[in-house]
């Protein structure tokens, strides 16, 4: 049977269809899913793209069919000035392999392990802090920023067994800076960013300080002695990267080591925050889900820090974070490029194509999704997770090239809830607005979340 022509969305106005993805890319692709299924093409500003948003589509594009396609796609051209030639967005996959193959067991569940205190040292910390604040009339907590930090402190401890805080602030701001002008021009590629506009001064700056965050990090343990170079304490992931060897023996050189760990910095801080900020918000609009994590965190802990061993008791704590990672992935969206061409349920897929999968959307599809929009744990019970198809849910992706962090981030997600959830709640203000999500090249809290800290 010969291939179908795609539908396209947005046919009759080429600049009336940038601006309406310009102005709310969600609502953009979310009409045009309901319009025209869940393959289309578009054409913002003339860059061909195509949305796949069907389970059997993820599995072709990134497990099955995965040589025909790579990551030579317009968003991770956007991402590439920032992130380089790290395991994120690097396109060759021949180094990509290579790399991968480096630091896939520095980032195993039982490595993942040894981290573990430093995720709860720090969210305990966090927690005192909110405690011996100074407090006024409306006080409240801005979650996103808490989180954040906290966020950061435990990348700088794993990574760097340092507390480089203050450096790290910068960092925060840098990145926040940088994903705001990658994002809108994402969304609206014009002027380009070679052009010396302010927007682009504004994304060299942030460039630039993420950059001497990361290289005075690296130089200062290559200054130190040689224990803190080979580890004869608990190696942190620097000292494993810096000893970490190809099939030929070889190590990184520093340019690609710096390109890694400055990857590491932005996926760890960014799925961190996005996503207990949303958890924290979710839980406050839902107070019966709550109620059943307090249950939980009683019942398993009895009030002490959790360990490493209480993952697998944390069961619903950890049905939360996946619910969470439903509704708002931090990592909302990715892409791929064809590298030949390809025919998806019976539609051709030009070479040359970008291909866009969307988890907002492919997370809320109606088929494999009940009541969408409503936040139910019980959605990720055995039995659910059972009945639905495996690529409906793709929160770090899929096949070779999923997260590398997906262990250490579910880790700390869960650690980091419960370890709140012992004693504390973050309560919604009285007429406290809704928090929208803003699609960047990742997806936040627009405002930010803000919730008042109370005892249990």
Known sequence: MTPQALPTAGARELFGGALAFKRDQLGFLAENVDRHGDLFRFRPLGIPMILANHPDHIQHILVDGEERYDKNATIFKVVRPVLRDGLIAIADKERWSRQRRMMAPHFTPRTVASFVENMTVETVRMVERWEHRPRSAGDLLDVTDEVGQLALRIVNRSLFSADVSRAAQAFERAFGAANDVLGSFFRFPFPPLSWPTPRRRRLRRAIDD????????????LRGSDAERTGTAQPDLLTLLLNSVDDDGNAMDLEQLHHEVLNLCIGAF????????????LLARYPHVEERLHAEVDAVLGGRVPVFEDLPRLRYTRMIIDETLR??????????HAREEDVIAGYRIPAGSNVLLNSYLLHRHPEFWPDPETFDPDNFTPERVAARPKHAYIPFGSGRRVCIGKHFALTELTLALATVARKHRLVLPEQ????????????HPRGGVHLRLARR
């Open 210 to 221: 993420m950059d001497r965050f990361v290289s005075g990090v690296i130089s200062e343990r």
């Open 270 to 281: 960014e799925t961190t925050t996005n996503t207990l900020s949303w958890a924290f918000y």
């Open 327 to 336: 509704i708002y992935s931090p990592a909302y969206q990715t892409m791929r």
């Open 432 to 443: 406290a607005p809704v928090v929208r999500p803003e699609p960047l090249i990742t997806l």
